[in-house]
């Protein structure tokens, strides 16, 4: 592996005190940056301390970006006053809507692949850059439902957010994974279409299989179990594909296991890497 | 529209009633919603069984949201 590749860990009030007593096996933290929009200045304190101590990168998941409607300007001056404090190597939000008509969803929807969104997106993203001082890096998202109103397949959609903001592509290779198993297209194929020289940061994970009664089964992004080997071998393939030093953060949201647990998913995260590496040198 | 197709999702996302009707009769319910008619045809082609998961999936993520403040408690007294 790179000297420059990273492997580190999304940040939870379960982990703190296993991540804090492994920081020479984590490389870096994710925080989610909405649990710090309209905090007090002791938790701000609180995280510019934890930034002392391991490098970090803030996640947003409720701004709501890849919409036609334009993005609460206060939502974005709460985010600044966080970025600014706290001064992050990098910040992100999803490819995906939040809310829609006055209804908040509380959490994120994959929108219409088209150009009205992608012209919404764009001038979201400006907003964003022009508010908060840098652009967040767009993670792909995973959905269980091909988004109605879609006009082009995802690659296709992810190349052309990316070209329509000109930043970066935070890939989701559980997301890919699962979109490509829950919408029967080959993820290795998939992967060689997206826009890799935009991609710095990239998340894994692990789902579950869920299905209706009688209908066919699906894999849902849960964040609640292990990342499986077709994710890993994602990484492998990414890391082959591209000269850039990566920054890889295992994702985790419940069912938590011992944090030995956790950093072995980091070592295998650096193993793919590593062997992804090789490929290209041999 | 995209934003009229946004707000109709996430009703459709949230609202249990709203799905039930949906189903019922897709081109009356989205034409009535007020999309145009390249919207009303997209929603005519959805996958139902795609629609109900992703309403679960949204309510289930919802309530494990991460809850605010634990690093402060954490780290500052």
């Known amino acids: 592996m790179r ?7 999304g940040w939870r009030p379960e982990l703190a005190a296993g991540i804090l007593a492994n920081l020479d096996r984590v490389d870096l933290v994710e925080v989610i940056a909405d649990d710090y929009v309209g905090a007090g200045r002791g938790a701000l304190r609180a995280l510019q301390t934890l930034a002392i101590q391991v490098p970090l990168v803030l996640h947003g998941i ?7 409607a334009p993005v609460d300007r206060r939502r974005l001056d709460a985010l600044a006053r966080v970025v600014g404090a706290v001064e992050p190597q990098g910040w992100s939000e999803h490819l995906a809507f939040v809310r829609g008509g006055g209804l908040e969803l509380g ?5 219409p692949r088209r150009d009205a969104t992608l012209g919404g997106l764009a001038a979201n993203v400006a907003r964003a850059r022009a508010i908060v001082g840098s652009a967040p890096a767009l993670e792909n998202v995973a959905t269980l439902i091909d988004p109605p109103g879609s006009d082009r397949d995802e690659p296709a959609w992810l190349a052309d957010a990316v070209a329509a903001t000109g930043g ?8 890919l994974h699962a979109n490509a198993v829950n919408f029967g297209f080959d993820a290795h194929a998939a992967l060689a279409r997206l ?3 935009r991609v710095r940061f990239v998340h894994v994970a692990g789902g579950a299989w869920i299905g209706n009664d009688g209908g066919r089964r699906r894999v849902l992004d849960d964040h ?3 990342v499986p ?34 950093l072995a998913e980091l070592d295998r995260a650096r193993s793919a890497l590593a062997g992804g590496r090789a490929r290209v040198a041999a | 529209m995209s934003a009229s197709l ?5 009703r459709l996302y949230l609202d249990a009633d709203a799905r039930r009707a949906f189903a019922a009769d897709p081109r009356g319910a989205a034409a009535r919603a007020g999309l145009d008619e390249t919207d009303v045809a997209a929603l005519e082609q959805i996958d139902h069984a795609g629609l109900e998961l992703t309403a679960r999936s949204l309510q289930a993520k919802r309530q494990a949201r991460p809850r605010r403040g634990w690093l402060a408690r954490l780290l500052v007294r």
């Open chain 1, 107 to 111: 959490h994120l929807a994959a929108p």
């Open chain 1, 229 to 262: 080997a077709p994710v890993f071998e994602l990484l492998a393939d990414l890391a082959a594909r591209t000269p850039n030093p990566l920054t890889v953060i295992v994702e985790r949201d419940g069912d938590y296991p011992p944090i030995e647990h956790l």
């Open chain 1, 195 to 197: 826009p890799l020289a």
């Open chain 2, 6 to 10: 946004e707000a109709y999702l996430a």
């Open chain 1, 224 to 226: 609640r179990h292990d």
């Open chain 1, 168 to 175: 970066e592509l935070l890939l989701d290779l559980h997301n």
């Open chain 1, 3 to 9: 000297g420059y590749d990273r492997v580190g860990l």
């Open chain 1, 62 to 68: 409720s701004l709501g970006l890849a919409s036609a």
